[in-house]
């Protein structure tokens, strides 16, 4: 009897997962991505659809509030988040730009999935596309003075694909993820950032000046 009880539970765990909705979709893999790992690919549009860049690197995401960006090629930069701050580092311009964040945290990408977001009280949220079994989800900013127009959002079954940002000057940047693995915990140097001697270092600029 214990067999069929735990078998009928585990069929009802199933249809349950299958008669979500993509938002609850969403919302079920923002709660259990508490620590995340990927590789990334990320491609730079311009307003005609033409190609201005294409980039790779490393994504790291503990939650609350903490991402790492480390984008390897074609030109070295990092950008990491802890605390309520932003560091952007610039490899080739020995640059860093450290920025707080204030309201305009939905406006960072990484953090509609870090869950220091309610995206329901920032976003309008509708279905966008379906194919196969990819889902793109379209969140429009409730505040119109969002730097960007939207975001999409790809679930692949229950996981993340992909994430696509337009902005208010044209421009599109498509991120799509892969060999994502969500371990049990990440080392917390790498949500640290010390600037290389020599680095120029700008700091106290808010995200809502962008």
Known sequence: MSKIIALSMLLMSAMAHADSTPVEKLEAFIARAKNLQAEFTQTSLDEAGKVIQTSHGDFYLQQPGKFRWNYNQPYAQQIVSKDGKVWFYDADLEQLII??????????????????????????????SEAGD????????????????????????????????????????????????????????????????????????RLSED
């Open 99 to 128: 920025k707080k964040i204030d309201q305009s945290i939905g406006d960072t990408p990484a953090l509609l999935l870090s869950g220091s977001v309610d995206l329901n009280e920032k976003y309008s949220i509708s279905t966008q």
């Open 134 to 205: 990819i889902v793109w989800l379209k969140l429009s900013p409730k505040n119109s003075e969002s730097s960007f127009k939207y975001i999409l959002v790809g679930l692949k079954g229950d996981m993340l694909y992909g994430m696509e940002l337009s902005d208010n000057f044209g421009q599109l940047t498509q991120i799509i993820f892969s060999n994502i693995t969500m371990p049990k915990s990440l080392a917390p140097d790498i949500f640290e950032f010390i600037a290389p001697e020599g680095t120029d270092v700008f700091e106290g600029y």
